[in-house]
């Protein structure tokens, strides 16, 4: 059997005490949790400094240590770009949207309440399923990936991760609340902006030639700008990722926790560098090692090039930093979450209501951990799930959005826009060994299709869950003009 890189009882041992001195925070804090609203977005006075780095941890999960290394390896630099751009770009939009929301919402808790005023109940609770759906694949992913790695550097055991995991994260935000979760963030923000960037010298300090040249003598097709995939899965990564991070209800708890609108716009300027900047590295080690190793795990691609048996400070660097990295993910899901039941609850289930919703809240939050548990503890892959949330998401990130300037989209025409658009996305969304859909392969034979929508068939997928809502809403604009 191949040696752990760190003991198991190294490993548990750092997790536990992590744990505890986030679960102590948690109970300390939560004496200052008078009502929901405290619960859900704070005392709306975060400052700049607390507000970027909550807004970057909480969207850097344990995810970055295998998706962008992992996709660089066969979608190249546009890939890596593509992966940076629509990690980060949600700030931007939130940039835009976030200070108008405010506006008409002083003292919102949710972007699913502006989309009922907006839109009514029937777009709203589906808004809720895409929005739920999507927090949760999200959570098991994270707890996926953390499970995996120990399982990888230490050979524990995926459940016994998985629980740990899970009941840390439990213990102390759903005592601690929005605040706690934030508090928690300038921690693991820390420790993640450290020790990524040791990463970056002991990586570059270990090759012979500069980074650009072994990347360029041994796999120079991966920044070839004639390389389709640089283009196709970079547009992928984008759309897919960018767009469903606008739903994130995490993300517009911030947004309404900050002090003031230039507080606001200045966090999220900075999230926006800070974030395409670490997501572009992490990326940018799946190129360097694949030029070293052609054969080398893509999910793996950036331990083969950081983790050393022989240096155990090494690995319990990237031990801390993957659980900082997932701890502030999954407290902030889990508090997303929470916060949506408990302002949302009646939409989704008339019973999810009245004065005891926080403990309501709590109750389906440990229903759904068990679920969550289940999931990562068995190891599945989620990546197929994951991109599904990601579809659905597109189908409605258009009409929501364009919806806030755009008063002519009513209920009618935005249920369309969204039902198409999801229909048309289905069609094309490739089956799980991503050979063929629905449309392309089984309703048709794929010879009837160009090559090009045979071998991108996420990408089509994706790009027309977008396209037909925009040609739905434009053709209907044209009508109402013409009458």
């Not at 290394?69 to 976030?98: C, D, E, H, K, Q």
């Not at 990237?318 to 993910?329: D, H």
Request: with cysteine; charged share 15%.
């Amino acid at each position: 059997m191949e040696k752990a890189y760190i003991s198991i009882q190294t490993s548990l041992t750092t997790i536990i005490i992590i744990g505890i001195f986030f679960i102590g925070l948690g109970y300390l804090y939560s004496r200052k949790i008078t009502n929901n609203r405290s619960y859900i977005v704070g005392n709306r006075n975060e400052n700049i400094f607390s507000l970027t780095a909550s807004l970057t941890a909480s969207a850097l999960g344990a995810w970055i240590l295998f998706g962008p290394a992992s996709a660089a390896t066969w979608g190249g630099i546009g890939a890596v770009i593509g992966y940076a751009l629509g990690a980060a770009s949600p700030m931007l939009f939130l940039y835009n949207f976030g200070p108008k929301i405010r506006k008409e919402f002083p003292r919102g808790l949710t972007l699913t309440e502006f989309i009922k005023k907006r839109f009514g109940d029937k777009i709203l609770k589906i808004s809720l399923f895409l929005i739920l759906f999507y927090l949760t694949i999200f959570l098991i992913a994270e707890v996926t990936a953390i499970a995996f790695l120990l399982n990888y550097i230490s050979k524990i055991p995926l459940w016994i991760t998985s629980g740990i995991t899970l009941i840390i994260c439990l213990l102390y935000i759903l005592k601690g609340g929005f605040k706690l979760s934030i508090i928690t963030d300038k921690y693991q923000f820390s420790f993640i902006l450290l020790i990524l960037l040791v990463s970056v010298f002991i990586i570059l300090g270990k090759l012979d030639l500069s980074s650009y040249e072994i990347i360029k003598k041994n796999s120079s097709n991966l920044i070839d700008i004639k390389y389709l995939p640089n283009y196709t899965a970079g547009l992928t990564f984008f759309i897919a990722v960018a767009a469903t991070n606008l739903f994130h209800q995490g993300n517009w708890q911030r947004v309404f926790s900050a002090k003031n609108e230039t507080i606001l716009k200045s966090s999220l300027i900075i999230a926006f560098i800070i974030i395409f900047l670490i997501v572009f590295w992490m990326g940018y080690t799946g190129l360097i090692s694949y030029s070293l190793n052609s054969k080398v795990i893509p999910d793996l691609a950036f331990f083969e090039l950081i983790l050393d048996k022989k240096h155990f400070f090494i690995t319990l660097g990237v031990l801390i930093l993957a659980l900082s990295l997932t701890l502030s993910t999954i407290d902030t899901l889990i508090n997303a979450i929470s916060s949506l039941i408990i302002i949302n609850g009646n939409e989704i289930h008339k019973k999810i209501s009245g004065k005891k919703i926080k403990e309501k809240a709590n109750l389906i939050i440990l229903v759904l951990s068990v679920i969550v548990f289940i999931f990562a503890s068995k190891g599945y892959s989620i990546l197929y799930l994951f991109l599904l949330a990601d579809l659905l998401c597109c189908a409605a990130v258009v009409t929501i959005f364009y919806g806030f300037f755009n008063k002519k989209i009513n209920y009618k025409l935005a249920y369309l826009s969204i039902i198409f658009g999801l229909i048309s996305g289905l069609l094309f969304f490739p089956s799980t060994d991503f050979q063929s859909s629905i449309l392309v392969g089984n309703l048709f034979s794929k010879e009837m299709f160009n090559t090009i929508i045979q071998t991108n068939l996420l990408f089509i997928s994706f790009l027309v869950s977008i396209i037909v809502p925009v040609t739905i809403i434009i053709i209907y604009s044209l009508r109402s003009s013409l009458r």
